[in-house]
């Protein structure tokens, strides 16, 4: 009988051996899962970034065109006033 209980003992020292590798296994796994999907999500933030810093090209590039369009329109609006102030004055003195 003590030769069943050494077996017995020694199945069960086994089993929990087991249990334990397989929860290291599993909390290895886990791990790995947790760092792939944060190097995926890592990636799609890269991604994220340069689309949006493309788009501040693009919107930055629009920024100054409307800029340099209102500084034109600014001077042909003083151009215009100005003539209209010349024929106005030209008016009043006659």
Do not use: C
């Amino acid at each position: 009988m003590a030769d069943t209980d050494k077996l017995h003992q020694a199945f069960e020292r086994f089993d929990l051996a087991l249990r334990q590798f397989d929860a290291a296994l599993a909390k290895r796994a886990q791990g790995h899962a947790r760092l792939s999907a944060a190097a995926a999500e890592a990636e799609t933030l890269k991604r994220e970034n340069a689309a949006m810093k493309a788009d501040i090209k693009k919107v930055t590039a629009k920024a100054d065109d409307l800029a340099r369009t209102g500084i034109k329109a600014a001077g042909k609006i003083d151009t215009a006033m100005s003539r209209i102030r010349a024929v106005l004055h030209s008016n009043s003195t006659e």
